[in-house]
């Protein structure tokens, strides 16, 4: 893929499905006319016009894989956003929007970069890091990759099925922290993340894992403190954040 290399235009993008994913967030499948491709952890920047000509843009991680034809992104409502409600609540099948991308070179993975993967995300930062695995899968690749995904329940959290179905496949772990409240039974984390949970769940410092931390500012600032407390090198963490009223 050269989608970090291609010209970085607006293009007028229709909406094709909207998928559930849960009480507060969809994905939305589009078709993008002469989309360049993509890197999986890349973004684009989403332009909405009122018929007033006021404009309001924010930027939205990519979650389908750079092997598929069509681009998907997941959006989760932000209290007070201006952008998010109407995406989620308002946008309907056939509605076009103007975006332009793929955006960003840093927080990407390809197959070909190797590992092992450690995935970090809190909350709607899962969003990149899917793209990630689903690149991954899209490629048969066996490079192990651990995904960590907090969120305050486990109704809260994005691709449920599809990430048990990758789960213990392709050397793909996914460990769950559940914050505020888990369902009975439940037998994965019950807490915010902390360095005791990153040592069981992250390869050693010695296996040169590839970190990727996603999420609100304060998670990953945490994360990666953490990390690095635990002695993995501050240059094998590539991080992404956005603060509590970004969208």
Do not use: N
């Amino acid at each position: 893929m050269t989608g970090s290399r291609a010209p970085i235009v607006w293009r007028t993008s229709t909406v094709r499905e909207i998928v559930p994913e849960t009480a507060h967030a969809k994905t939305i499948v589009l078709d993008v006319p002469d989309w360049p491709g993509h890197l999986a952890g890349q973004h684009v920047d989403v332009r909405l016009t009122a018929e007033d000509g006021y404009q309001a843009e924010r930027s939205y991680s990519i979650a389908s894989a750079p092997e598929t034809a069509e681009l998907s992104l997941t959006v989760v409502i932000f209290d007070d956003g201006e952008v998010s409600p109407y995406l989620v609540e308002e946008l309907q099948v056939g509605d076009q929007f103007e975006l332009r991308g793929p955006v960003g070179g840093y927080f990407t993975w390809r197959t070909t970069d190797g590992g092992p993967l450690l995935l970090l995300a809190g909350g709607s930062g899962l969003v990149p890091l899917m793209a990630m695995l689903r690149h991954h899968a899209a490629r048969g690749s066996d490079v192990p990759a651990r995904l960590l995904v907090s969120a305050r329940s486990f109704e809260d959290v994005l691709y449920r099925d599809e990430l048990a179905a990758l789960s213990g496949h392709g050397g793909v772990e996914v460990s769950y922290a559940l914050t505020r409240r888990q369902p009975e039974g439940w037998t994965g984390f019950s807490r915010r993340v902390d360095a005791e949970m990153l040592r069981a769940i992250a390869p050693s410092a010695a296996e040169h894992p590839r970190i990727y931390v996603c999420g609100p500012t304060a998670f990953v600032e945490f994360v990666a403190d953490r990390l690095v407390d635990l002695g993995y090198p501050p240059t094998a963490i590539r991080a992404e954040r956005f603060g509590p009223t970004g969208e």
